[in-house]
């Protein structure tokens, strides 16, 4: 066995295992440089160090040193992907396009039923299902909101999240896109729509949520990744709880109001949402910062004041909105 093949080993190893190289070098107490040279074949690790980047890596030794297969069921191999979403978006713009058409015929259409449509199908159902089978298959996980190279994952199990998401996201999609029009072509009014949109947008964040959760266990290496995942998931709900609410309390203000865009009170309403939102943005920030550094082997966790008193800011506006 050569060293450029043990060399391409380690760096194969390490990716799939979702690790940088400063992630590699600090738990084996060596320095990037060192890690840097295995990699690149100037230097090979001792015997000690590659039983302990095995046991890294969770392969067998004679695995890494090419002398064995790695026949273990966590092979990124394993994941494929799912044809559904393609059929879920092929499903929507059949259902749009009858949309326009059966209406246009009936002068029974609204252009915000068909544009809401098209931006659902196309930049959420559409481009997030192209972004998930790009990263699946290229490993590239950087633009994924939460990930951080830093830490150390089971790529499979990320994959196979993905994957879980990217259909959710596709059978969801194409069912606000038909509940929507149906809405319309019933005349049921805005707080239909209003409540299949909230639906639609909570069952897109719930899916995310559960299949991250349940994968927890699975999906981090460390321990300490564990635990700071456990934290940050409760802040991430409240967080998103109320930039929901904010929509909420806005679109209802418009509409049982009656306030009309380019208005005083409209301006009013739009200027507390953004506050709220920012206030909210901010303390979740704040939160997740604080739970990135905390060390769980050191101190139990406590949720900041600052954190808490950004909430309480966010609601008020939102609060205030009704009083417009």
Known sequence: MSEKMIGERIAYYRKKAGMSQEKVAEYMEVSRQAVTKWEGDRSKPSSDNLIKLASLFDIDVEVLLGNKDDNSPTTGDSVTISKAPWIFIGISFVVLLLYIIVGSVMKNISPGTVITGFVVLIPIQLFLHLYFTYSIKNESFNGLVGYDSKISYDLNVLKKILTHIDLNIGMSSTVFIFSSCAVDFLHLGSIAFIVIFVAYIVDLVASVLVNNYRMIDKLYRNDEDKERARK????FVVYLILLLAGLFVTIIAFEEKKIDNNTAPAMKVITLTILGMLFATGGYAFENR????????????????????GALFSLALFGLILLV
């Not at 940050?232 to 802040?235: I, N, S, Y």
């Not at 604080?290 to 008193?309: G, Q, R």
């Open 290 to 309: 604080n739970i990135t550094k905390w060390k769980p082997e050191e101190s139990i966790y406590k949720i900041s004041k600052i954190s808490i008193l």
């Open 232 to 235: 940050g998931m409760p802040v």
